[in-house]
C-alpha cells in the first residue's frame, strides 16, 4: 500500500500525536509499506519547512499554518490544508490517507481534499478537541463558529470509511454525533524502547519526571508549588525533572521565584525515544498534571504508557471518575490526585516517596500492563490490519 499519514504539525515533534503517527508510520514502512507524512510549518518553524527523510519515512512539511486560535484563522488554515492535500493527494495517488486530529483546521482540510478526490480515508480521532476549542473561548460568535464546525465533521466522520480512537470513552462520544464506523486503536508504548533499568543507580534524590508540553492543560506550576510544599516540611532531597517545550520559562522562573531553582532540572526538548525512555527509567515517578477542564475525563496521555512501560509508578491530577484516575485504580500502578490543588498532590508525593514497597509493587504492575495490554508494537500490526481491511 500507499499510505499518507496527515498530522497537523511541523514534524517531527516531541509529542503524543508524533509518537503514535510516527511509530505506525516507522512500522508499516518495515513491512514494506510506502508510508509519507504530511505535516505542517509556521513562522516559529520555518527550519522545518520542506522535506526530509526519517529512517524509511518520508516527512513533507508543506502546509503553512498560523497556529493561533481564531475561527478566521482556522478557516484560513483549513483552505491552505486543502490546497495543498489535494495536490499532494495527486502527485502521490495513495492508496488511503490517515488524518490525524488535532489539529482541526490542518484535519479539515485533508479531508475536503479526499472527499473531492475520492481517495479512501481514515480519521485518527486522538482528542475530542472540537470541545476544547469551544471551551477556550467565552465569545458567542466564536463558540457557534466551533459547534458549527463540530456539527459539520461529525457529518464528515460518519462518512468516512473508519474512525479509530485512542480511548473507549471516544467511541460513545462520537456514536452521540451519528458517528457508528468507530473502532479502538488505544495509545501504547514501545515495550523494546521503553522499559525499565536493569539496575537503578543508587541515589539518595526521588526524582519526578515530566514529559510532553509545558502549558497549556498540563499544570507543571502546581506541581511547582507542591514541590515548594515538600521543600519547606524538610525533603530537601527530591526533584522535578522535565522534558518538554513550551512555556518552560515561566515554570523555571516560578521555581525561582518559590526559591526551588535547585528542585527542578530541565532536560530540554527530546525527541530522541532512547534518551527519553533512559530519563524516564531513572525516574521514581512519572507525573501527569491535569488541569481541572472536565474533558480530561475522557482521555489517557501517550506519556501514562511511556511511564509504565518503563516501571515507574504514575501520578495524575484527575477528576476521580475520569477514564486515567480508573486506569490508576484498577491496575494499581500508582496514584491519583485532585487537579490543581497543590497540598493534596504535595501530600501524594510525600505517600510514594515514604513508601518504597509500594513504589516497585506500582512499577512492576505498570510494565506488566504495558506488556499484556498496551504494546505498540502490537497496536501498530493490529492497526495495519484494519486499514487493509478497508482498503
Known amino acids: 500500500m500507499r499510505v499518507l499519514f496527515?498530522?497537523?504539525?511541523?514534524?517531527?515533534?516531541?509529542?503524543?500525536?508524533?509518537?503514535?503517527v510516527g511509530f505506525f508510520a516507522e512500522d508499516w514502512a518495515k513491512k514494506g509499506n510506502i508510508v509519507e507524512i504530511l505535516g505542517t510549518f509556521t513562522y516559529k518553524s520555518l527550519h522545518k519547512k520542506g522535506v526530509q527523510k526519517f529512517n524509511k519515512v518520508y516527512i513533507f512539511n508543506l502546509v503553512f499554518n498560523m497556529n493561533l486560535n481564531h475561527s478566521f484563522v482556522f478557516i484560513l488554515n483549513s483552505v491552505f490544508s486543502f490546497i495543498v492535500s489535494a495536490f499532494f493527494l495527486?502527485?502521490?495517488?495513495?492508496?488511503?490517507?490517515?488524518?490525524?486530529?488535532?489539529?482541526?483546521?490542518?484535519?479539515?482540510?485533508?479531508?475536503?481534499?479526499?472527499?473531492?478526490?475520492?481517495?479512501?480515508?481514515?480519521?485518527?480521532?486522538?482528542?475530542?478537541?472540537?470541545?476544547?476549542?469551544?471551551?477556550?473561548?467565552?465569545?458567542k460568535v466564536e463558540k457557534f463558529f466551533y459547534s458549527v464546525i463540530k456539527k459539520?465533521?461529525?457529518?464528515?466522520?460518519?462518512?468516512?470509511?473508519?474512525?479509530?480512537?485512542?480511548?473507549?470513552?471516544?467511541?460513545?462520544?462520537?456514536?452521540?454525533?451519528?458517528?457508528?464506523?468507530?473502532s479502538l486503536v488505544p495509545n501504547g508504548a514501545d515495550a523494546k524502547m521503553f522499559k525499565p533499568l536493569i539496575s537503578k543507580k543508587a541515589n539518595d534524590v526521588f526524582l519526578i519526571f515530566y514529559s510532553g508540553v509545558v502549558g497549556c492543560y498540563y499544570r507543571l506550576d502546581v506541581a511547582v508549588k507542591a514541590l515548594k510544599r515538600l521543600v519547606d516540611n524538610g525533603l530537601k532531597n527530591i526533584r522535578l525533572v522535565i522534558a518538554g517545550g513550551g512555556e518552560v520559562r515561566k515554570i523555571l522562573a516560578l521555581a525561582y521565584e518559590l526559591g526551588v531553582s535547585e528542585n527542578v532540572d530541565y532536560k530540554g526538548s527530546i525527541s530522541e525515544k532512547a534518551k527519553l525512555a533512559r530519563l524516564i527509567s531513572e525516574a521514581d515517578v512519572g507525573i501527569i498534571p491535569?488541569?481541572?477542564?472536565?474533558?480530561?475525563?475522557?482521555?489517557?496521555?501517550?506519556?501514562?504508557?511511556?511511564?509504565c512501560a518503563c516501571g515507574i509508578p504514575v501520578i495524575a491530577t484527575a477528576h476521580e471518575?475520569?477514564?486515567?484516575?480508573?486506569?490508576?485504580?484498577?491496575?494499581r500502578v500508582g496514584m491519583i490526585s485532585p487537579p490543581m490543588n497543590e497540598e493534596k498532590l504535595a501530600e501524594v508525593i510525600r505517600k510514594l516517596y515514604k513508601d518504597e514497597s509500594f513504589k516497585e509493587f506500582a512499577g512492576k504492575r505498570a510494565r506488566a500492563l504495558i506488556e499484556q495490554k498496551f504494546d505498540r508494537n502490537k497496536i501498530a500490526a493490529e492497526f495495519l490490519n484494519l486499514v487493509e481491511m478497508f482498503t
Not at 464528515?156 to 468507530?182: C, E, M, W
Not at 471518575?321 to 491496575?331: N, V
Request: hydrophobic share 45%; charged share 20%.
Open 152 to 182: 459539520f465533521l461529525g457529518n464528515l466522520y460518519a462518512k468516512s470509511q473508519l474512525v479509530v480512537v485512542v480511548t473507549p470513552n471516544f467511541i460513545d462520544a462520537l456514536k452521540h454525533r451519528g458517528v457508528v464506523n468507530v
Open 6 to 20: 496527515v498530522l497537523g504539525f511541523p514534524n517531527p515533534f516531541p509529542g503524543a500525536g508524533w509518537t503514535r
Open 290 to 307: 491535569y488541569d481541572d477542564n472536565p474533558l480530561w475525563k475522557n482521555s489517557v496521555p501517550a506519556k501514562f504508557y511511556e511511564y
Open 90 to 139: 495527486l502527485a502521490k495517488r495513495s492508496s488511503v490517507a490517515v488524518i490525524s486530529v488535532p489539529a482541526g483546521d490542518v484535519g479539515l482540510g485533508a479531508l475536503m481534499a479526499c472527499k473531492l478526490l475520492k481517495v479512501k480515508h481514515i480519521i485518527d480521532y486522538r482528542d475530542e478537541w472540537e470541545d476544547y476549542l469551544i471551551s477556550l473561548t467565552n465569545h
Open 321 to 331: 471518575e475520569s477514564l486515567i484516575a480508573t486506569f490508576i485504580r484498577k491496575y
